[in-house]
């Protein structure tokens, strides 16, 4: 099969492998189409190239041992495991069964594409992190939530998922994609979007005008989906000094000794960083909750670009990424599109 590898730069290369063989609770996916992440061009301490393709999506062509919920031919989408062999970038993927999730008839591969990873780690933001009313116990009250970076993949997954929980007013912070962001908000119970490219002072000034117009006295809790260029610092000035906020990237953040912060860790949730219990229950829950929502209407993708040439693609992909250029958008790939791919 075809398979990409992604070195530091980044620069990537196709290269001929064996399909995988699952262990007794994974499953062979033939990838149809596979999304992108940041983190692809981002991960470039290792030493020799590797496929970091995690958003899968297409149709399962073997089952472990194990495996009881799928069957040969399902069409599915899954989170493949961070740093672990035959990612997306590829014909043939491994994924676990708990990270695994059928799509309906109406659920394209191209949108299916858009979810895994980045729907995961909304999902872990929000409510392992965050702590706040998951969607089948909505909230009854009010609760207050900035989300920084609401355009982004990440931050739209918050966003669909907060307002699923009947979390709101929300404080989106945005930039060129706020018209893909009001699409998901609700201005009647106090939603509202603060244009970050007006500059720091006026995003702090924003959020808390948009607090007081939505007849909130304060604000709790806070999703930062991009966690660098000021996004902290400025949520810090408004946040409750007794509040909540989890942030998408690790580093040694200065943080006013009264907040709670804790990091995004999606690997979790396949139990690799070992940092909270039930991180495998916890992905499995949400995995059928994104298959579910799917069926019902009630959750949807990501918008998405089709890359040109399929894993031949994926390197101009992530340099785009890496530039800044994806705005509101997941690049994903059809792997038919793949020169020297047979059908």
């Known amino acids: 099969m075809k398979e990409v590898l992604v070195h530091p730069g980044p620069r990537t290369e196709i290269v001929d492998s064996p399909i995988p063989k699952p262990a007794a609770n994974q499953l062979v996916i033939k990838v149809v189409v596979s999304g992108s992440n940041p983190k692809d061009w981002k991960v470039d301490?290792?030493?020799?190239?590797?496929?970091?393709?995690?958003?899968?999506?297409?149709?399962?062509?073997?089952?472990?041992?194990?495996?009881?919920?799928f069957k040969l031919g399902d069409r599915v989408g899954a989170f493949h495991e961070n740093l672990a062999p035959h990612g997306s970038y590829a014909e043939y993927a491994l994924a676990w069964g708990y990270t695994t999730f059928h799509l309906p008839a109406h659920t394209s591969f191209e949108e299916a594409s858009t979810i895994p990873l980045a729907g995961m780690t909304a999902a872990l933001g929000l409510y392992k992190n965050l702590g706040l009313p998951q969607p089948w116990a909505p909230a009854e009250t009010s609760i207050p939530l900035i989300i920084y970076g609401a355009s982004g993949a990440v931050g739209s997954f918050a966003v669909k998922l907060a307002v699923l929980s009947n979390i709101h007013p929300i404080i989106a912070v945005a930039g060129k994609g706020e018209k893909h962001v009001a699409t998901m908000l609700d201005k009647s119970k106090g939603d509202a979007i603060v244009?970050?490219?007006?500059?720091?002072?006026?995003?702090?000034?924003?959020?808390?005008?948009?607090?007081?117009?939505?007849?909130?006295?304060?604000?709790s809790y806070a999703f930062d989906a991009v966690s660098e260029n000021g996004s902290y610092q400025n949520i810090y000035k408004v946040l409750d000094p007794h509040g909540k906020i989890t942030l998408v990237l690790t580093s040694n953040y200065e943080v006013p000794e009264t907040f709670t912060q804790s990091n995004v860790m999606v690997a979790d949730v396949h139990g690799v960083m070992g940092i909270k219990p039930g991180g495998k229950d916890f992905g499995y829950v949400f995995s059928k909750y994104f298959g579910r929502g799917l069926e019902l209407g009630t959750f949807t993708g990501h918008p998405y670009e089709v890359v040109p040439g399929g894993l031949g693609?994926?390197?101009?992909?992530?340099?785009?990424?890496k530039a800044g250029k994806a705005s509101a958008i997941k690049y994903v790939f059809r792997i038919a599109d793949t020169e020297g791919v047979e059908l």
């Not at 290792?46 to 919920?69: M, S």
């Not at 244009?195 to 607090?211: F, S, T």
């Open 45 to 69: 301490w290792l030493p020799t190239g590797f496929n970091q393709g995690d958003d899968i999506a297409g149709i399962v062509h073997e089952v472990g041992a194990d495996i009881t919920d």
């Open 195 to 219: 244009d970050h490219r007006n500059g720091d002072e006026a995003v702090v000034q924003g959020i808390r005008d948009a607090l007081k117009a939505a007849g909130a006295s304060g604000v």
């Open 313 to 321: 693609g994926v390197e101009t992909a992530l340099k785009d990424l």
